[in-house]
């Protein structure tokens, strides 16, 4: 949506004008401003998300039958037996990151790692989750 590409421009500049006292010059500007922008791009998915997610819970309870917290469940388990079949490296990332939380910073920080580093492997995990999952399932759907 064009109006609200320009929305978060707009406010990326707000932003900086507001936060430019404490700009330490420890990257370039462009740097900067680009991490206000992905810092806003994201708080606003997870604002879109929670919306969404609180618009599903407002449905009557009477639509929720006992087989969707069975297959909430599963889907539990079969996340955690995907989980077990990373290799640490890539485990470890996607716990910290998605499962607990932290931040990209943060997680670089704690793993002694580039920020680079920590990216690229919380994509390539997430790409080998998707592949162990749906081969999971296939072997739960015709075992």
Do not use: C
């Amino acid at each position: 949506n064009v109006a609200e590409v320009e929305d978060v421009g707009l406010e990326v500049f707000v932003r900086f004008y507001n936060s430019a006292k404490n700009f330490r010059g420890e990257s370039s500007v462009k740097t900067y401003l680009t991490r206000i922008a992905i810092n806003l791009s994201l708080n606003e998915i997870k604002r879109r998300k929670r919306k969404r997610w609180l618009s599903f819970e407002e449905k009557p309870k009477e639509d929720i039958s006992l087989n969707d917290d069975f297959s909430k469940q599963e889907t539990k388990e079969l996340v955690d037996m995907a989980l077990n079949q990373l290799e640490p490296k890539f485990k470890s990332v996607i716990v910290l990151r998605l499962i607990q939380g932290y931040s990209t910073k943060e997680v670089a920080e704690i793993l002694d790692l580039p920020i680079g580093t920590v990216l690229s492997r919380l994509s390539r995990a997430q790409q080998k989750l998707r592949q162990i999952i749906l081969s999971l399932e296939k072997t739960y759907d015709h075992g």
